[in-house]
């Protein structure tokens, strides 16, 4: 059998055209593979315990008896032991509220900028919210809201944040304000011999995805659990992904939707989250217990991060000013 030149010509080019398209479409495929490798899958990794019940943790009473010395006097004093409070605490806003209230407010909620005031339901775990809002800067209430006691909003719409060890079924808490086991979870009493046993200790090497899960629970305020539909997450325990139950959008609308400080929080968590960047996190700058952000003062003035609050035109250096508010809290 003679094969044709002509025939020839034409396999030839048949099979370059093949080879062309072939290497054409692995290259679009694997630059394709490389820009999805960019960005983490926020659900890929660890475990929750969403829907469970809430452990019997040891409370802060508890860890105090042996931890008095190191912790007891600045917690005392720090923000997230105090975010609800006995209304004796907070004597101005009290009197506010004397008139519409006749004493029936037992707690406050808030600090600098917003008091809310609580009383003890009928029912275990759950608090009342009051309707009016106490200003501390300009020391006055709220105008123009009428004054009543609402029973189910704070345990559906605040619980999860301001109180600890809450039952995402039943809206209960177990303690007031934030406790210790919120951010170092069911801590194991065996620690008292080999501290990397609990969460932050200085021996303890835990992945950046871990301690913003622990911060993010509370501090992104703009998620929702997805199997609660509840605006905080469900049954999180220091330790789990966070990101497997709480939907939280990382898009760049929405980073610029919000005031510099939750935007400078939101946009911390996107890069160990979303983008694998795992060298910066909240206590990178923050320290919970001195209730301090004075290192931060140190890093290298080219992070994205600073320019949250920080302006640095023809080298001078300036801070802007920030105003902090949030439609979940409502204020
Ligand atoms: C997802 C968690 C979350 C939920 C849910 C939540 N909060 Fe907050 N709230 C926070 C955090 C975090 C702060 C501290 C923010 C800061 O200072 O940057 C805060 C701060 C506040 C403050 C203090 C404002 C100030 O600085 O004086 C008030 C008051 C408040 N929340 C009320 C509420 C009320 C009322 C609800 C329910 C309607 C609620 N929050 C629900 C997380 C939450
Ligand atoms: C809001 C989160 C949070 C809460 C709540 C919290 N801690 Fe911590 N704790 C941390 C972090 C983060 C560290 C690591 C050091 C730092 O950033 O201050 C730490 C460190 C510690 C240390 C190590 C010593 C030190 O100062 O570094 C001890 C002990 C400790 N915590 C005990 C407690 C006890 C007891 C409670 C409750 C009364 C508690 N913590 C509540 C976040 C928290
Ligand atoms: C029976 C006493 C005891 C109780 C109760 C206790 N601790 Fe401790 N804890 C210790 C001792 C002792 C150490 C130091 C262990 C070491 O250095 O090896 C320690 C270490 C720690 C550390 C690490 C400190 C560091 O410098 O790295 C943290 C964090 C901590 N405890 C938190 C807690 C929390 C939170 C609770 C309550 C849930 C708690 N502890 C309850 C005795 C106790
Ligand atoms: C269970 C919810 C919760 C968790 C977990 C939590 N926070 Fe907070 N945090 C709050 C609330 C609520 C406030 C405001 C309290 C107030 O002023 O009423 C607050 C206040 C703060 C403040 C301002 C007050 C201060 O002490 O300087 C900082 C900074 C902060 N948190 C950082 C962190 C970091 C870092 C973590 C993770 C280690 C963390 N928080 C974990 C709820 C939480
Ligand atoms: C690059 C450093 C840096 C990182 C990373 C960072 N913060 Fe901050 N943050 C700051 C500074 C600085 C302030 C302003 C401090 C002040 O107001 O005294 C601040 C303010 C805050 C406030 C308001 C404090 C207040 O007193 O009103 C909260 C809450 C907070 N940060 C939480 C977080 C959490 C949670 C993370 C991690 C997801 C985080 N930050 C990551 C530097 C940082
Ligand atoms: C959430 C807001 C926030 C972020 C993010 C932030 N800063 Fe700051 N920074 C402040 C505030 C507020 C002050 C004023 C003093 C204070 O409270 O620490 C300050 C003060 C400073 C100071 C000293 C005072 C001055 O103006 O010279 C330096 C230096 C500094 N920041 C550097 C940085 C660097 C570097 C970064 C990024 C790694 C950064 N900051 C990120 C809020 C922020």
């Not at 396999?11 to 593979?33: E, H, P, Q």
């Not at 009383?119 to 309707?131: E, F, N």
């Not at 049954?235 to 789990?240: A, L, Q, S, T, V």
């Not at 610029?256 to 935007?263: G, H, I, K, T």
Request: charged residues 25%.
């Amino acid at each position: 059998m003679v094969i044709h030149a002509e025939t020839w010509r034409r396999g030839l080019f048949l099979l370059a055209f093949a080879c062309t398209i072939f290497f054409v479409v692995r290259a679009l495929t694997s630059s394709k593979k490389q820009t999805s490798r960019k960005l983490v899958d926020p659900a890929a990794w660890g475990e929750d315990h969403v829907g469970g019940s809430v452990p019997d943790y040891v409370t802060g009473g508890e860890c105090l008896f042996c931890h008095r010395k190191d912790i007891g006097a600045q917690w005392a004093k720090n923000r997230h032991h105090l975010t609800i409070r006995s209304v004796v605490e907070e004597p101005k806003a009290t009197q506010a509220v004397a008139a519409s209230l006749k004493g029936t407010a037992q707690f406050v909620l808030g600090g600098k900028k917003n008091i809310r005031f609580l009383r003890r339901s009928g029912a275990y775990g759950k608090l009342d919210l009051h309707s009016q809002q106490y200003d501390p800067v300009m020391h006055k209430l709220s105008e123009k809201t009428e004054s009543s006691w609402e029973s189910h909003s704070f345990g559906k719409n605040c619980a999860g944040c301001h109180t600890t060890g809450v039952d995402a079924k039943t809206h209960t808490f177990s303690s007031l304000s934030i406790d210790c086991f919120s951010c170092h979870g069911d801590v194991d009493l065996k620690h008292n011999s080999n501290s990397s046993l609990v969460l932050f200790a200085a021996k303890r090497e835990d992945s950046a995805r871990v301690t913003v899960s622990i911060c993010a629970q509370c501090h992104v305020r703009t998620g929702k659990s997805r199997s609660s539909g509840l605006p905080y997450a469900n049954n999180f325990i220091p330790g789990d992904n966070l990101f497997r139950d709480f939907e939280v959008s990382f898009a760049d609308k929405s980073l610029v939707s919000l005031n510099l400080v939750d935007r400078h929080i939101l946009e911390n968590v996107r890069d160990v989250i979303r983008l694998g960047n795992d060298s910066v996190t909240c206590m990178t700058c923050h320290k919970v217990h001195q209730s301090s952000s004075d290192r931060h003062q140190r890093l290298s003035k080219e992070s994205a991060i600073c320019a949250n609050c920080h302006d640095s035109k023809s080298g001078e250096w300036t801070t802007k000013t920030f105003k902090k508010h949030s439609d979940l809290c409502r204020y």
